[in-house]
């Protein structure tokens, strides 16, 4: 069924099917074609009503939580994979509960539990997280591996480490990049840490990888795994978010105002600073279907938020028609990172969560209220 803006409630973000498979369709192929087992990074795309449809390719959810666990174990039911800077004592025992791999971002962090993990029922595999000091990412804010960084061990102090127990290790040093990136970061990995394979069951390449993007080189990855296979005879796992979530749906708002202070400025009924949050952190200029940058199109506006704050406002866009009172604006690729990470700010109610079938068009999922803004706080 044709995807039909008008028949959709604003705001409200959808996830197309037909895009979703296309996407698990690529990483199928991956995992096929390689040998590695590829899970999703619940952190970047957590849509839980779509998780029937993931689960028959991917082999299951990586949480950095214990509630994120929890997620991947009851509405996944496959592999759950959970790493986080910081355990804390009183629930790890439910993280044990749920998880199949836990990973350890400090050797303090080990030592501290690996009693636990030894004793426990649920035959867990441990591993550590490795910092190769080493990556190709430009946003600090997104390098796991920059100077001071908090994340992963050092090869220094690991091979310095009492490992008995430790069956993986797991490195992360991706944010949206392509396949050599990958190439370059495993010649220092490799470099650092190869020593300890031997002993090792598996190794997680982390996420970040994106490969469901046009432009990814898929085709090097793949011969990069196959190659780290057979060298080194480990299960290997990638663990993207985004890259199921790419260019899945998107977010649709109307236009509720039109404002003029020497530019026209319109007023959406969603907030950048509460539904599309890292549109001000990263910062960047979503793209907006039917739209041209400032000044290709007759029509011009500044977009603004339904939210108090100053700040909530994102980019110049131009239309070859006027906007009006009521037009629908559809900012596209929505799905990751935006609806894990909105907020209620200002009471604003976040915006519905629903998914256009290939059948049989639009099914409202979720629609949020009083209640949801109300629970959240004291």
Known sequence: MTFDVSVIPTPCYVCEESKLKHNLRILARVQQQSGCKIILALKGFAMWSTFPLIREVLHGATASSLDEARLAFEEMGREVHTYAPVYRAEEFEQILTYSDHIVFNSLSQWQAFKEKCHTHSSNVSCGIRVNPE???IEKELYDPCGRYSRLG?????FHQSDLKGVEGIHFHTHCANNSDTLERTLQVVEEKFQSVFPSLKWINFGGGHHITRADYDVEKLISLIVDFKKRYNLEVYLEPGEAVGWQTGPLIASVLDIVHNEIDIAILDTSFAAHMPDCLEMPYRPEVRDAGKAGQYPHQ???????CLAGDVVGDYSFPTPLEIGSKVIFEDMIH????????FNGIRLPSIAIWREETGLEIIRRFGYEDYKNRLS
């Open 134 to 136: 080493y990556s190709e």
């Open 153 to 157: 061990v050092v090869a220094a102090d």
């Open 337 to 344: 990172y935006t609806i894990v990470k909105n907020n209620t």
């Open 301 to 307: 506006y500044r977009f603004g938020g339904i939210s």
